[in-house]
């Protein structure tokens, strides 16, 4: 079956830098890929996702960029702000009924 | 739409109890999804249905914990006896379409289950 690893689990940035985070995984049938973002709380909910057929997908100050040779993703965010800070869950699914397997997720911390 | 409902949002009960967790999902969504969410284990699917059946519940942990989805707009986690290791967040998610069409999932707003 699907494993998703998720780097780094714990990420500290100052107000305005970038974050990065990493995820591979290991089915090559994988095709969708969503970025979950969960606050302190809260539920998980979905701020960008790219598919198979994509290499790049921007939404204002997040981006996703997808290897599929490589079988990695990342979750770019710039201008960071106070309010980015939550934990953030990359997971990848397949097209055969296979649901989504996600990432042990990273916590983002954005010092003012 | 008021979104994916739970209940109860927080349950406490003793071992050996038996334990009901409800769900509604989005009106007209066709696939629903059962996560459990512990510090220690991550974010981890249990169960999914997709028009009312059962499609994939490799991960559900053992004999003591069931589901159903009498209907499009409900379903039950069921958790009989219950154990201290149960202790966790239960989410209820669905989506549009089945998981194979990569729709977005929209998730309850979780239900935290401690076991005594």
């Known amino acids: 079956g699907e494993n998703v690893e998720q780097h780094p689990s714990t990420l500290s940035v100052q107000e305005g830098d970038s974050a990065v985070i990493k995820c591979t995984y290991s089915?090559?049938?994988?095709?969708?890929f969503p970025w979950y973002k969960q606050e302190l709380g809260k539920r998980p909910q979905l701020i960008i996702d790219?598919?198979?057929?994509?290499g790049e997908k921007k939404d204002q100050r997040i981006a996703v960029t997808l290897n599929k040779t490589a079988k990695h993703f990342s979750l770019h965010i710039t201008e960071t702000q106070p309010e980015d800070s939550a934990v953030y869950f990359c997971?990848?699914?397949?097209?055969?009924?296979?649901?989504?397997?996600f990432g042990p997720g990273t916590r983002l911390s954005v010092l003012p | 739409d008021a979104g994916v409902i739970q209940s109860p949002r927080h349950e406490v009960t003793e071992m050996g109890q038996e334990v009901t967790l409800r769900c509604k999902p989005i009106?007209?969504?066709?696939?629903l999804f059962w996560y459990r969410q512990t510090m220690m284990r991550g974010l981890e699917l249990l169960i999914y249905?997709?028009?009312?059946?059962?499609?994939?519940d490799s991960g559900m942990p053992e004999d003591r914990f069931s589901a159903k989805m009498p209907n499009a707009s409900f379903s039950t986690l069921k958790i009989q006896p219950s154990e201290p290791r149960d202790s966790a967040v239960y989410f209820c998610?669905?989506?549009?379409?089945?998981?194979?069409?990569?729709?977005?999932?929209?998730f309850g707003p979780g239900t935290r289950l401690t076991v005594l």
């Open positions: 998610a669905s989506s549009l379409s089945s998981p194979a069409r990569g729709d977005e999932q929209f």
């Open positions: 089915d090559s049938a994988s095709n969708y």
């Open positions: 790219i598919r198979s057929n994509v």
């Open positions: 997971a990848a699914s397949n097209g055969y009924g296979q649901n989504f397997v």
């Open positions: 009106s007209g969504h066709n696939s």
């Open positions: 249905f997709n028009n009312n059946v059962p499609i994939d």
